[in-house]
Nanobody
Framework: QAQVVESGGGLVQEGGSLRLSCTTSKIIFNPMAWYRHAPGKQRELVARIRTNSDTNYAEFVKGRFTVSRDNAKRTMFLQMNSLKPEDSGLYSC???????????????WGQGTQVTVFP
């Protein structure tokens, strides 16, 4: 059974920091990504990381957010600094591609963790 679980969200003041985690139920080597979904907006890619730790970021988080992963711990992280109110939203973890032993899907999603940044 596929399990992708996010944690670390919360309420933080503008300028503050949060660290999100995404843990999977088995060691995987797929590319992974963080997306966010704010009310009234479409879901958007925040950051993506490949197995070799190559990364890419949305322009609106460059210089403020850092994505990393620890494959042995089955966890991807998102360090978010200098948070702004417009960073608020539901942050979800995406595992790209199929995973052996999980249901045959093109990708997998967690339930998300809420981030709220207040002025």
């Amino acid at each position: 059974q596929a399990q992708v679980v996010e944690s670390g969200g919360g309420l933080v003041q503008e300028g503050g920091s949060l660290r999100l985690s995404c843990t999977t139920s088995k060691i995987i080597f797929n590319p992974m990504a963080w997306y966010r979904h704010a009310p009234g907006k479409q879901r958007e890619l925040v950051a993506r990381i490949r197995t070799n730790s190559d990364t890419n970021y949305a322009e609106f988080v460059k210089g403020r957010f850092t994505v990393s992963r620890d494959n042995a711990k089955r966890t991807m992280f998102l360090q978010m600094n200098s948070l702004k109110p417009e960073d608020s939203g539901l942050y979800s973890c995406n595992v790209e591609g199929k995973v052996f032993g999980w249901p045959p899907q093109t990708d997998y999603w967690g339930q998300g963790t809420q981030v709220t940044v207040f002025p």
